[in-house]
């Protein structure tokens, strides 16, 4: 496939390698221009573009980027063909995206998104930790591979980005419509605690709408008073599984 990514950081970074390595035409872009993209990532494969090519002569447009994003990049989306995939990875954190109402209010991370981008997408690859997805990558059939929900109003876009998680090194799970993509968001019992395909359907079952965003602040509350003074921008793997089985699970 033709794959436009549309976003350079931790998630972003592990999507080029992974989707390369399985020989797909992947592009991927920053919001600061190709000139700005550092040399590791680079050498992970593809090509970097400015963020109108990433978008241009492709099957899939993937948006690694906050939440909080979404908004400026919904004119660049507007420009691509029907039919085009667009796959969703992000997440609400209130605390770095400032206040959504409607979120707060209860609508769905993914239904947002939508609004925001007059288009439909599939939710992917938010559940995961970026430091799992980079350290943890297991061949098809492996009893311990990592599984993430996957959603979208379209079965057939379901399909297609369950195709893709799966090039990626990981199991996918049809996880339904838009509107049940709540139980894949943070502070949910499946997010970032690593489980396998047997374990994720009783997670995302046991879900907690009213639960699930108290749980996020409280958790991100540990893990930045964990990363403060230290230089670095995300918890390591090991870590961020155990602190979210013992919160969210």
């Not at 033709?2 to 080029?16: E, Q, R, S």
């Not at 990532?41 to 573009?49: C, D, E, I, K, P």
């Not at 970026?130 to 591979?145: D, H, N």
């Given at each position: 496939m033709?794959?436009?990514?549309?976003?350079?950081?931790?998630?972003?970074?592990?999507?080029?390698?992974r989707l390369s390595a399985a020989r797909h035409d992947v592009k991927f872009a920053n919001s600061r221009g190709p000139?700005?993209?550092?040399?590791?990532?680079?050498?992970?494969?593809?090509?970097?573009?400015?963020?109108?090519?990433a978008m241009r002569d492709v099957d899939v447009v993937i948006l690694s980027v906050p939440l909080n994003r979404i908004p400026e990049i919904a004119p660049l989306v507007a420009g691509l063909p029907p039919g085009t995939l667009i796959i969703?990875?992000?997440?609400?954190?209130?605390?770095?995206?400032g206040m959504i109402d409607a979120i707060e209010g209860g609508q769905v991370e993914s239904l947002w998104v939508v609004e925001q981008l007059g288009r439909p997408v599939a939710k992917?690859?938010?559940?995961?930790?970026?430091?799992?997805?980079?350290?943890?990558?297991?061949?098809?059939?492996?009893?311990?591979?990592?599984?993430?929900?996957?959603?979208?109003?379209?079965?057939k876009d379901r399909k297609a980005a369950m195709g893709?998680?799966?090039d990626t090194g990981l199991d996918a799970l049809d996880a339904g419509p838009l509107a049940d993509s709540w139980r894949q968001q943070p502070g949910a019992p499946c997010y970032c605690t690593d489980l396998t395909r047997t374990e994720l359907p009783?997670?995302?079952?046991?879900?907690?709408?009213?639960?699930?965003?108290?749980?996020r602040d409280i958790s991100l509350a540990a893990?930045?008073?964990?990363?403060?003074?230290?230089?670095?921008?995300?918890?390591?793997?090991?870590?961020?599984?155990?602190?979210?089985?013992?919160?969210?699970m």
């Open positions: 033709k794959i436009g990514i549309l976003g350079t950081g931790a998630i972003g970074k592990t999507l080029i390698q000139e700005t993209i550092q040399a590791d990532v680079l050498s992970l494969g593809g090509h970097a573009v400015a963020a109108s090519e969703d990875t992000s997440n609400y954190y209130p605390q770095r995206d992917a690859w938010n559940s995961i930790s970026a430091g799992s997805f980079a350290s943890t990558s297991k061949p098809a059939g492996s009893p311990e591979r990592i599984a993430i929900p996957v959603a979208a109003d379209s079965e893709l998680v799966e009783a997670a995302l079952a046991a879900a907690d709408a009213v639960r699930s965003p108290k749980r893990v930045m008073e964990r990363l403060a003074g230290s230089g670095e921008t995300n918890p390591n793997a090991e870590y961020m599984v155990r602190l979210s089985r013992a919160m969210f």
